[in-house]
């Protein structure tokens, strides 16, 4: 029993992470179609980020405040640069930005080789994150807890203001069809612009939150964004709810494979289980209904 | 009349290709403009140059006496030009209710202006909350038309408003268009294959064949045999 | 038995160019990729020995030439790179070389062109060949002092944490016989991927089963997450210690002191070593490179490497591979770590065991020394309980 | 089935398609709800009805593109619940409310890969030589034989729909559902269609969804009525238009129909000779 | 067809045979032994980047696991050298080296039949296009496409790294290396390098003319068709799960040749030549040669390559940057490759030819009306 709690907490804080990595993407990707493979050195610079600033201001709660939000500023502007330069050319041809922006990963890994150096950094955890929480007798970190939380926070926000704001309409207008929302009137470069700082900037803040628990390192998005695509694809594109519990059932399926297995053959079969899930449902948890061919 | 919309030597295409080959071409204020052509005579992409989602490679398009040719296709429509696209376009995952507010969010009495088209097509009160690309291909046409509506143009453009939409609500368009374009704050480049139709409704009809004008003038009672010999050849 | 490789490739012609007074050797280490986190370091402190030695008057009165290559984390770059070292520069030697996949592939090219290649890393050891001098720790000189100190402690059980490939596989293989012959309990076994991140699991498995010791095996960025798990969960030093093999100086630095202050490691090497040997090695590397670099135990053996093999071409008064071979059996150096010396039989040098403890100013001190250096055993022939280990 | 339908077709040897009870829900919300349908070779079915009727939907049941229940029978063989490619295969082809065609071929490849459905893997892995006797043919009734080397994205709207019907013909369908087929054409072209589509409807079930009354008088020869869902009423075209309920949701006051009718006819008369 | 235009066909007769000639004739007398084996091994590139050419460049499935196929060939292959080499030395029940450090006591069950080099030829030749069928066939089938599929393929490569790096009988992260035979003849003798050498080159023809034969079919029309269209195929009795499955099968063939030449080229195969890293790199030379033609693709991977091992000998750190850059400037600016240098002047004169008349749609309906 405490086992499965504990592992069951352990999924949640695993899919949290993957949420948090995979809610940039479920704009970028879902919403606008664009496959940001650089969304992990997004997810980098926000590390880097934290670490910078840990340099002016202590780790404390309000360091890590404004790591956040420094992490989101970050985040997003790097996003933006990447979509006025690149991405602006490719709205038509999703699958070459895949490649383009994997060659700007691979750029931003070396800048920030030549700027941190190759061997990963420290990031200090506040003082008040130190610690666990024991929960029915398993024990989470508290760095856990946060993440979780944060996670929560930025869905709903995000989820709100996709659904509730005058900017959400017009962002799902534009990606949904660019000429006909500029022909009714809205500013689709600016829309494309805000899509791309937001998504980029949640990278940003989940590279923040992940130096609680990981290194800071050039190569450090890598790890998390197959995952992330993985939570993409599974929720369905373009559905926030659907990327929530796939983040949640993929971090859970992990956690009771690798306790039962080891954790190399728990990845294989996450990957098997995708693949037979799609075999069920191809369009992922929530499809996306068009009576289009396309 | 004095014209809302004039466009002059303007010549448009798609990457190598040039389809318009200088076209000139004016909408009275207050009034109606038809085009009239074959299939593929290029009223489509005259339509596109004109709200600027096609650029001009040649040539000067005016809206209300200001130059507007190089202008993207949201400043157009904060000066005024609504469009409706050929093929009943929406935006498919928005609901029918968010496609109208969409455009309506960020205008003066938005609330309004959505209420006042839902009334000139209240099929769509029954749909607001189903996603558009579930409706059906005329459920969708109403739709743009109402959106665009709320744009609160001062030039309609219309490209085949009544493609795939039921005789009796065809009627209706046509009779909306007419007194919109009535009222006199608005005019209506209109793109329409119902000769009838077209000549009905405007002041002033375009024959374009190949890329360019060959017949244009009032839409009185010689139009009609001028339009159809034109057509015949 | 598989000790000695039978492949004395005497076909291949040397095209090595000893009559001007210059001499060139090949520095081949992963640049790019996954591995040039560590593989940096060595290039710099096999650069720094050249320096020295040049400055000295050279190997035999010739200046050493550095012929620098990429293995880009890829065996396969490696195999191709060490043959373009051989047969188009024809370099007198290869000194690089981190993981054991980049020195099996570039075993055979070595091998079959009768070329040398000096290995500086600890490794899993069970392997010998006439063309590599392992100047790394083998098993016994490493895993095992690391294992007999914990039993010193009074450790009865232990928890065995790696990363999923071979080194840490076979690593595990010998502490699990070592442990069944000491007696010392194995609660648990657990590998993860190369570069995975997340422990909670494995942490939350060891937390259950209160082990005495955690032995690591675990390699690059997963030791952050893992240790930062670690502290999170309420593990520590003092009530349950974690020794690892694969964590130096510059591991330290990204785990933060703080997640891992008071673990063991167990190496041949610190920067904290107390010679003048040691104090002018450290001097030498922060004037070149800079006053926040560290050194660690493979740059030091890569450093040591360079002078072994100056020292034994001195001695054979040639660069011939086979007068190399001959002669190396004795050579010695006075190096950072304390005098080494090539044990002619298996190519492996001795090494004193050094067990550390890590300080908050990320640095690792020694706690216990196994006083003398040891003599390589990477076949473990001279430990009963080790019989079973390689196969035959 | 109906007695009447199976003795029909059995008797005459011809091809039918029977449509019993079709359903279709979204969520909940019926779109077609219990059609009956019977079509039989040589009859050109117009089906008619208001946006949203279920028309479209119905198509997209037949040919497997959205689950529904009831049955459909081609001469004796269920249709339903197969795969859209057996279906295909089965001859039942259909056209698109907005044109589809493979934009980055030629108008021949299109035609040659519609063709091609039967054909073996190793026809398939051979090279094109020359131009199949059926593509000829269908190129020169579609009158695009001075395009057939254009790409077909470049062609404009009503040409693609050309093409589209073009690819059924080689095709082979025996049953062809074309979902307004003249939308976006002009007069000529639309007589041009109707004139086509009843040489087709001769040797074939064809059942043409459409909006212009006017192509509807002239060329069909049964007409159905959908509305929300359900079939309002069936016969001739004057039965249709004298139809009270059909005016009432589908045609307008009749006033307003009739000008609508009458100009555009007399215009499309006039400007087709 | 879509880029190949009408070009004669002489054109490609006599390019190949330029090249034959070059391969066969020139190469070898100008390389020295070690560039030779390195020219070997980019054919090796050459041949998988053919294949994506195909799957990716006309059947729009952009593929991030090649390496995966390719894996599973050289894997194969490493195998049956392995066993044979074994048991050269140390007769019939003799374990490969790696096994015995590993602890092996016995060979594990799957490994016995790699002892027959008919078997082991027929697994580097069946088992990566029937994998990659099956795995196509249960993806396409769902309608799993454009990114989507690219990230499964990619999840693929990832997934099948991670497994081969634990497993210890098949070296683990060492993989498996140190072949000393090639079906009965010395790999140390140069020679038999250079017999391996034209092998490879003949396989890269071989393979072209495959991919050939592939594009210019009926086939490859209804290829670019799925691509473009792929529910409208359906339309028309095709199932396109199939059409897509199969050119994926064959870009997989292609991997798998591949694969099993670079064992004995380079003398290791391990995990980290098919991972994500290695997987996406096969597709810079598709990108940079033209992704949609015939050539380019092999071509490109062959530049790349060169230019990998060379720019990397100048300037061993910066390769990473170069790489990005390559990415992002043919990918980003020049997405037909290098090839479409060529082809769009073509086009530019076809189009502008064909425009003069544009669509005299009036006259048509005349003639069909009369
Ligand atoms: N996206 C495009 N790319 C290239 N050529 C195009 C494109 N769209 C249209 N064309 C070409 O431009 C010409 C004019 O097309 P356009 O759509 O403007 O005609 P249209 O008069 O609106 O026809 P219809 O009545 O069928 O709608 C046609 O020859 C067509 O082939
Ligand atoms: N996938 C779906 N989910 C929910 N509702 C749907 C879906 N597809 C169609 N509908 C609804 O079913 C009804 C019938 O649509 P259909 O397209 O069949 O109408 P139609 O008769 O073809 O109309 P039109 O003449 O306007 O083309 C419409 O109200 C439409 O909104
Ligand atoms: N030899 C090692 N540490 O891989
Ligand atoms: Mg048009
Ligand atoms: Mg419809």
């Given at each position: 029993?405490?086992?499965?709690?504990?592992?069951?907490?352990?999924?949640?804080?695993?899919?949290?992470?993957?949420?948090?990595?995979?809610?940039?993407?479920?704009l970028?990707?879902?919403?606008?179609?664009v496959?940001?493979?650089?969304?992990?050195?997004f997810?980098?610079?926000?590390?880097?980020?934290?670490?910078?600033?840990?340099?002016?201001?202590?780790a404390?709660?309000?360091?890590?405040a404004?790591?956040?939000?420094?992490?989101?500023?970050?985040?997003?502007?790097?996003g933006?640069?990447?979509e006025?330069?690149?991405?602006?050319?490719?709205?038509?041809?999703?699958?070459?930005?895949?490649?383009?922006?994997?060659?700007v990963g691979?750029?931003?890994?070396q800048?920030?080789?030549?700027?941190?150096?190759a061997?990963?950094?420290?990031v200090?955890?506040?003082?008040?994150?130190?610690?666990?929480?024991?929960?029915f007798?398993?024990?989470?970190?508290?760095?856990?807890?946060?993440?979780f939380?944060?996670?929560?926070?930025c869905?709903?926000?995000?989820?709100?203001?996709?659904r509730?704001?005058?900017?959400?309409?017009?962002?799902?207008?534009v990606?949904?069809?660019?000429?006909?929302?500029e022909?009714?009137?809205?500013?689709s470069?600016?829309?494309?612009?805000?899509?791309?700082?937001?998504?980029?900037?949640?990278?940003g803040?989940?590279?923040?939150?992940?130096?609680?628990?990981?290194?800071?390192?050039?190569?450090?998005?890598?790890?998390?964004?197959?995952?992330?695509f993985?939570?993409?694809?599974?929720?369905?594109?373009g559905?926030?709810?659907?990327?929530?519990i796939?983040?949640?059932?993929?971090?859970?399926l992990?956690?009771?494979?690798e306790?039962?297995?080891?954790?190399?053959?728990?990845?294989?079969?996450?990957?098997?289980?995708?693949?037979?899930?799609?075999q069920?449902?191809?369009?992922?948890?929530?499809?996306?209904?068009?009576?289009?061919?396309? | 009349?004095?014209?809302?919309?004039?466009?002059?030597?303007?010549?448009?295409g798609?990457?190598?290709?040039?389809?318009?080959?200088?076209?000139?071409l004016?909408?009275?204020?207050?009034?109606?403009?038809?085009?009239?052509?074959?299939n593929?005579?290029?009223?489509?992409?005259?339509?596109?140059?004109?709200v600027?989602?096609?650029?001009?490679?040649?040539?000067?398009?005016?809206?209300?006496?200001?130059?507007?040719?190089g202008?993207?296709?949201?400043?157009?429509?904060?000066m005024?030009i609504?469009?409706?696209p050929?093929?009943?376009?929406?935006?498919?995952?928005?609901?029918?209710?968010?496609n109208?507010?969409v455009?309506?969010?960020?205008?003066?009495g938005?609330?309004?202006?959505?209420?006042?088209?839902?009334?000139?097509?209240?099929?769509?009160?029954?749909?607001?909350d189903?996603?558009?690309?579930?409706?059906?291909?005329?459920?969708?046409?109403?739709?743009a038309?109402?959106?665009?509506?709320?744009?609160?143009?001062?030039?309609?453009?219309?490209?085949?408003?009544?493609?795939?939409?039921?005789?009796?609500?065809?009627?209706?368009?046509?009779?909306?268009?007419?007194?919109?374009?009535?009222?006199?704050?608005?005019?209506v480049?209109?793109?329409?294959?119902?000769?009838?139709?077209?000549?009905?409704?405007?002041?002033?009809?375009?024959?374009?064949?190949?890329g360019?004008?060959?017949?244009s003038?009032?839409?009185?009672?010689?139009?009609?045999?001028?339009?159809?010999?034109?057509?015949?050849? | 038995?598989?000790?000695?490789?039978?492949?004395?490739?005497?076909?291949?012609?040397s095209?090595v160019?000893?009559?001007?007074?210059?001499?060139?050797i090949?520095?081949?280490?992963?640049?790019?990729g996954?591995?040039?986190?560590?593989?940096r370091?060595v290039?710099d402190?096999?650069?720094?020995?050249?320096?020295?030695?040049n400055?000295d008057?050279?190997?035999?009165?010739?200046?050493?030439?550095?012929?620098?290559?990429d293995?880009?984390?890829?065996?396969?770059?490696?195999?191709?790179?060490?043959?373009?070292?051989?047969?188009?520069?024809?370099?007198?030697?290869?000194?690089?070389?981190?993981?054991?996949?980049?020195?099996?592939a570039?075993?055979?090219?070595?091998?079959?062109?009768?070329?040398?290649?000096?290995?500086?890393?600890?490794?899993e050891?069970?392997?010998?060949?006439?063309n590599?001098?392992?100047?790394?720790?083998?098993?016994?000189?490493?895993i095992?002092?690391?294992?007999?100190?914990?039993?010193?402690?009074?450790?009865e059980?232990?928890?065995l944490?790696?990363?999923d490939?071979?080194?840490?596989?076979t690593?595990?293989r010998?502490?699990?016989?070592?442990?069944?012959?000491?007696?010392?309990?194995?609660?648990g076994e657990?590998y993860?991927?190369?570069?995975?991140?997340?422990?909670?699991?494995?942490?939350?498995?060891?937390?259950?089963?209160?082990?005495?010791a955690?032995?690591?095996?675990?390699?690059?960025?997963?030791?952050?997450?893992?240790?930062?798990?670690?502290?999170?969960?309420?593990?520590?030093?003092?009530?349950?210690?974690?020794?690892?093999?694969?964590?130096?100086?510059?591991?330290?630095?990204?785990?933060g002191?703080?997640?891992?202050?008071?673990?063991?490691?167990?190496?041949?090497?610190?920067?904290?070593?107390?010679?003048?040997?040691n104090?002018?090695?450290?001097?030498?590397?922060?004037?070149?490179?800079?006053?926040?670099?560290?050194t660690?135990?493979?740059?030091?053996a890569?450093?040591?490497?360079?002078f072994l093999?100056k020292?034994?071409?001195?001695?054979?008064?040639?660069?011939?591979?086979?007068?190399?071979?001959e002669?190396?059996?004795?050579?010695?150096?006075?190096?950072?770590?304390?005098?080494?010396?090539?044990?002619?039989?298996?190519?492996?040098?001795?090494?004193?065991?050094?067990?550390?403890e890590?300080?908050?100013?990320?640095?690792i001190?020694?706690?216990?020394?196994?006083?003398?250096?040891?003599?390589?055993?990477?076949?473990?022939?001279?430990?009963?309980?080790?019989g079973?280990?390689?196969?035959? | 089935?109906?007695?009447?339908?199976?003795?029909?077709?059995?008797?005459?040897?011809?091809?039918?398609?029977?449509?019993?009870?079709?359903?279709?829900?979204?969520?909940?919300?019926?779109?077609?709800?219990?059609?009956?349908?019977?079509?039989?070779?040589?009859?050109?079915?117009?089906?008619?009805?208001?946006?949203g009727a279920?028309?479209?939907?119905?198509?997209?049941?037949?040919?497997?593109?959205?689950?529904?229940t009831?049955?459909?029978?081609?001469t004796?063989?269920?249709?339903?619940?197969?795969?859209?490619?057996?279906?295909?295969?089965?001859?039942?082809g259909?056209?698109?409310?907005?044109?589809?065609i493979?934009?980055d071929?030629?108008?021949?490849?299109?035609?040659?890969i519609?063709?091609?459905?039967?054909?073996?893997?190793?026809?398939?892995?051979?090279?094109?030589?020359?131009?199949?006797t059926?593509?000829?043919?269908?190129?020169?009734t579609?009158?695009?034989?001075?395009?057939?080397s254009?790409?077909a994205?470049?062609?404009?709207?009503?040409?693609?729909q050309?093409?589209?019907?073009g690819?059924?013909?080689?095709q082979?369908?025996?049953?062809?559902?074309?979902?307004e087929?003249?939308?976006g054409?002009?007069?000529?072209?639309?007589?041009?269609?109707?004139e086509?589509?009843?040489?087709?409807?001769?040797?074939?079930?064809v059942?043409v969804?459409?909006?212009?009354?006017?192509?509807?008088?002239?060329?069909?020869?049964?007409?159905?009525?959908?509305?929300?869902?359900?079939v309002?009423?069936?016969?001739?075209?004057?039965?249709?238009?004298?139809?009270?309920?059909?005016?009432q949701?589908y045609?307008?006051?009749?006033?307003?129909?009739?000008?609508?009718?009458?100009?555009g006819?007399?215009?499309?008369?006039?400007?087709?000779? | 067809?879509?880029?190949?235009?009408?070009?004669?066909?002489?054109?490609?007769?006599?390019?190949?045979?330029?090249?034959?000639?070059?391969?066969?004739?020139?190469?070898?007398?100008?390389?020295?032994?070690?560039?030779?084996?390195?020219?070997?091994?980019?054919?090796?590139?050459?041949?998988?980047?053919?294949?994506?050419?195909?799957?990716?460049?006309?059947?729009?499935?952009?593929?991030?696991g090649?390496?995966?196929?390719?894996?599973?060939?050289?894997?194969?292959m490493?195998?049956?050298?392995?066993?044979?080499?074994?048991?050269?030395?140390?007769?019939?029940?003799?374990?490969?080296?790696?096994?015995q450090?590993?602890?092996?006591?016995?060979?594990?069950?799957?490994?016995?039949?790699?002892?027959?080099?008919?078997?082991?030829?027929?697994?580097i030749?069946?088992?990566?296009?029937?994998?990659?069928?099956?795995?196509?066939?249960?993806?396409?089938?769902?309608?799993?496409?454009?990114?989507?599929?690219?990230?499964?393929?990619?999840?693929?490569?990832?997934?099948?790294?991670?497994?081969?790096?634990?497993?210890p009988?098949?070296?683990?992260?060492?993989?498996?290396?140190?072949f000393?035979?090639?079906f009965?003849?010395?790999?140390?003798?140069?020679?038999?390098?250079?017999?391996?050498?034209?092998?490879?080159?003949?396989?890269?023809?071989?393979?072209?003319?495959?991919?050939?034969?592939f594009?210019?079919?009926?086939?490859?029309e209804?290829?670019?068709?799925v691509?473009d269209?792929?529910?409208?195929?359906?339309?028309?009795?095709?199932?396109?799960?199939?059409?897509?499955s199969?050119?994926?099968?064959?870009?997989a063939?292609?991997?798998?040749?591949?694969?099993?030449?670079?064992?004995?080229?380079?003398?290791?195969i391990?995990p980290?030549?098919?991972?994500?890293?290695?997987?996406?790199?096969?597709l810079?030379?598709?990108?940079i040669?033209?992704?949609?033609?015939l050539?380019?693709?092999?071509l490109?991977a062959?530049?790349?390559?060169?230019?990998?091992?060379?720019?990397?000998e100048?300037?061993?750190?910066?390769?990473?940057?170069?790489?990005?850059?390559?990415?992002?400037?043919?990918?980003?600016?020049?997405?037909?490759?290098?090839?479409?240098?060529?082809?769009?002047?073509?086009?530019?004169?076809?189009?502008?030819?064909?425009r003069?008349t544009?669509?005299g749609?009036?006259?048509t309906?005349t003639?069909?009306?009369?």
């Open positions: 029993m405490d086992v499965i709690i504990g592992q069951l907490a352990t999924g949640l804080s695993i899919g949290s992470i993957l949420l948090l990595a995979a809610l940039g993407l479920s970028t990707f879902g919403q606008m179609g496959i940001n493979m650089a969304h992990g050195e997810i980098m610079a926000g590390c880097y980020t934290a670490y910078v600033i840990q340099q002016f201001v202590a404390s709660g309000a360091g890590l404004i790591s956040l939000a420094a992490g989101f500023v970050v985040g997003g502007i790097l933006v640069i990447l006025v330069l690149l991405i602006r050319r490719l709205y038509a041809r999703p699958l070459d930005t895949l490649l383009v922006t994997f060659g691979l750029v931003l890994q800048v920030a080789r030549d700027i941190w150096g061997p990963a950094v420290n200090e955890v506040p003082a008040f994150l130190r610690g666990n929480l024991v929960l007798g398993a024990s989470v970190p508290y760095t856990r807890v946060f993440i939380l944060l996670a929560i926070a869905v709903a926000a995000l989820m709100a203001a996709m509730f704001t005058p900017m959400g309409r017009r962002i799902r207008a990606t949904l069809n660019r000429d006909l929302a022909s009714s009137g809205i500013n470069r600016r829309s494309d612009l805000t899509t791309f700082f937001i998504g980029s900037g949640l990278a803040v989940a590279g923040v939150a992940l130096t609680l628990i990981g290194s800071t390192s050039p190569t450090i998005g890598q790890s998390y964004l197959i995952d992330a993985l939570v993409v694809v599974v929720g369905g594109l559905q926030l709810r659907g990327a929530v796939a983040a949640f059932a993929l971090g859970i992990n956690s009771f494979f306790y039962s297995t080891t954790a190399s053959v728990a990845k294989v079969l996450v990957f098997v289980t995708i693949i037979v899930f799609l069920i449902r191809p369009q992922g948890l929530f499809a996306v209904k068009t009576r289009s061919l396309a | 009349m004095s014209a809302l919309l004039t466009m002059s030597g303007v010549r448009a798609y990457g190598g290709s040039e389809v318009l080959h200088g076209i000139d004016e909408v009275p204020a207050g009034g109606v403009a038809a085009v009239l052509g074959h593929g005579a290029g009223k489509t992409t005259l339509l596109r140059a004109a600027g989602l096609l650029p001009c490679k040649a040539g000067r398009i005016t809206f209300d006496g200001r130059e507007i040719t202008l993207k296709p949201h400043a157009r429509v904060a005024g609504g469009y409706v050929q093929g009943q376009q929406s935006f498919t995952q928005l609901t029918t209710a968010e109208l507010r455009v309506a969010d960020g205008r003066k938005g609330k309004a202006l959505i209420d006042e088209s839902l009334d000139l097509f209240p099929a769509l009160k029954e749909l607001l189903r996603k558009a690309g579930l409706l059906s291909g005329g459920q969708r046409q109403q739709l038309i109402a959106r665009a509506l709320i744009t609160e143009p001062r030039l309609l453009v219309l490209d085949e408003p009544t493609e795939g939409i039921q005789p009796n609500v065809v009627a209706e368009i046509e009779r909306i268009i007419v007194d919109l374009a009535s009222r006199g704050d608005l005019s480049l209109l793109v329409e294959q119902h000769v009838g139709f077209s000549l009905r409704a405007s002041d002033v009809y375009y024959v374009v064949e190949s360019r004008v060959t017949h003038g009032a839409s009185d009672d010689t139009a009609t045999h001028e339009v159809a010999s034109a057509l015949a050849i | 038995g598989n000790r000695t490789s039978d492949t004395a490739a005497a076909s291949a012609e095209c160019d000893t009559s001007g007074d210059t001499i060139k090949g520095s081949l280490h992963s640049l790019s996954t591995m040039a986190i560590s593989e370091t290039r402190s096999v650069a720094l020995a050249v320096e020295q030695i400055a008057g050279g190997v035999m009165g010739k200046q050493i030439e550095t012929v620098v290559e293995g880009a984390s890829d065996p396969a770059v490696f195999a191709e790179k060490a043959q373009k070292l051989i047969t188009s520069d024809c370099v007198a030697a290869i000194f690089g070389g981190w993981t054991s996949s980049s020195r099996k570039m075993l055979p090219v070595v091998e079959d062109a009768n070329a040398l290649l000096y290995y500086p890393v600890q490794y050891g069970l392997e010998s060949s006439p590599i001098f392992y100047t790394g720790a083998t098993t016994n000189q490493q095992v002092p690391g294992l007999e100190y914990l039993k010193e402690q009074g450790v059980s232990m928890y944490v790696g990363s490939y071979v080194f840490p596989q690593a595990n010998v502490i699990k016989a070592w442990a069944e012959a000491n007696d010392v309990e194995i609660l657990d993860t991927p190369l570069g995975s991140t997340d422990f909670s699991t494995i942490v939350n498995k060891v937390r259950t089963a209160d082990p005495d955690v032995f690591n095996t675990l390699n690059g960025d997963s030791n952050v997450a893992f240790f930062r798990e670690y502290t999170n969960a309420g593990l520590t030093a003092e009530n349950t210690p974690v020794i690892s093999v694969s964590i130096a100086e510059e591991e330290v630095q990204g785990i002191a703080a997640n891992i202050e008071g673990q063991l490691t167990s190496w041949n090497y610190y920067q904290t070593i107390d010679s003048p040997e104090t002018s090695f450290v001097e030498a590397f922060k004037a070149k490179y800079g006053d926040d670099r560290v660690s135990d493979p740059m030091e890569a450093y040591t490497s360079l093999w020292n034994t071409v001195e001695k054979a008064g040639s660069f011939d591979v086979a007068e190399i071979q002669n190396a059996g004795g050579v010695s150096f006075d190096a950072p770590e304390g005098t080494v010396t090539i044990n002619g039989d298996n190519n492996h040098i001795s090494k004193t065991a050094l067990v550390g890590i300080r908050p100013d990320g640095l001190y020694e706690v216990w020394s196994s006083g003398e250096p040891i003599e390589p055993d990477p076949f473990l022939e001279g430990y009963d309980w080790a079973d280990l390689s196969g035959n | 089935m109906t007695p009447t339908a199976v003795a029909t077709g059995a008797r005459t040897g011809r091809t039918y398609l029977e449509v019993r009870g079709l359903t279709v829900t979204f969520d909940g919300f019926r779109a077609v709800d219990g059609v009956d349908l019977t079509l039989i070779q040589g009859d050109l079915k117009f089906l008619i009805g208001p946006n279920g028309k479209t939907t119905v198509v997209d049941a037949i040919t497997g593109l959205v689950p529904a009831g049955t459909v029978d081609k004796g063989q269920p249709v339903l619940g197969m795969k859209t490619h057996k279906i295909a295969r089965m001859g039942i259909r056209t698109f409310q907005t044109a589809s493979f934009e071929l030629t108008v021949e490849q299109n035609l040659d519609a063709a091609g459905s039967g054909r073996g893997w190793l026809t398939l892995l051979r090279r094109r030589r020359g131009r199949a059926v593509v000829a043919e269908a190129l020169e579609i009158g695009l034989e001075h395009l057939a254009t790409k994205g470049v062609l404009a709207h009503g040409q693609k050309w093409l589209e019907i690819m059924l013909l080689v082979d369908s025996d049953v062809m559902l074309l979902d087929p003249v939308a054409m002009g007069a000529e072209e639309r007589k041009a269609t109707g086509l589509l009843q040489r087709i409807a001769a040797e074939r079930t059942v969804v459409e909006h212009d009354m006017d192509f509807m008088r002239d060329f069909a020869t049964s007409v159905t009525v959908l509305a929300a869902g359900k309002l009423a069936e016969g001739t075209v004057s039965e249709i238009q004298a139809d009270p309920k059909v005016q949701v045609l307008g006051t009749a006033a307003a129909t009739g000008t609508e009718l009458e100009t006819t007399e215009l499309e008369k006039e400007s087709g000779e | 067809m879509t880029t190949e235009g009408e070009r004669p066909r002489w054109v490609f007769w006599a390019a190949l045979a330029v090249a034959a000639i070059l391969i066969f004739g020139v190469a070898p007398l100008l390389l020295s032994e070690f560039r030779l084996n390195l020219l070997a091994k980019f054919f090796c590139f050459g041949i998988v980047a053919s294949g994506i050419g195909l799957a990716w460049g006309r059947g729009g499935m952009l593929t991030l090649q390496g995966v196929y390719f894996g599973v060939g050289a894997y194969a490493a195998m049956y050298l392995k066993l044979a080499d074994a048991r050269d030395r140390g007769g019939p029940d003799a374990l490969p080296d790696f096994m450090i590993a602890g092996m006591r016995s060979l594990p069950g799957y490994w016995e039949p790699f002892a027959s080099p008919v078997f082991a030829l027929a697994v030749l069946l088992l990566p296009p029937l994998l990659a069928f099956g795995f196509g066939y249960l993806v396409f089938n769902r309608k799993v496409k454009g990114a989507y599929f690219a990230i499964l393929s990619q999840a693929l490569a990832a997934a099948a790294a991670i497994f081969l790096v634990s497993r009988e098949l070296g683990g992260s060492n993989g498996l290396n140190r000393t035979g090639f009965g003849f010395a790999l140390s003798d140069p020679a038999n390098r250079q017999m391996l050498y034209f092998i490879t080159g003949g396989a890269l023809i071989g393979v072209v003319l495959l991919v050939r034969q594009m210019q079919s009926r086939f490859g209804l290829l670019v068709a691509r269209q792929e529910e409208r195929v359906r339309f028309l009795g095709y199932d396109p799960a199939l059409v897509k199969l050119a994926y099968a064959v870009a063939f292609a991997a798998g040749i591949a694969g099993a030449l670079f064992v004995p080229i380079v003398g290791i391990s980290s030549a098919i991972g994500i890293a290695p997987s996406i790199a096969f810079i030379g598709v990108a040669g033209g992704r949609a033609t050539l380019g693709p092999v490109g062959i530049g790349v390559a060169w230019a990998q091992t060379t720019f990397s100048a300037y061993p750190s910066q390769w990473t940057y170069l790489q990005g850059v390559l990415f992002i400037v043919v990918v980003g600016f020049l997405p037909g490759g290098l090839a479409s240098l060529f082809v769009i002047r073509r086009r530019r004169a076809s189009t502008e030819s064909g003069a544009p669509a749609t009036g006259s309906t003639e069909e009306t009369s």
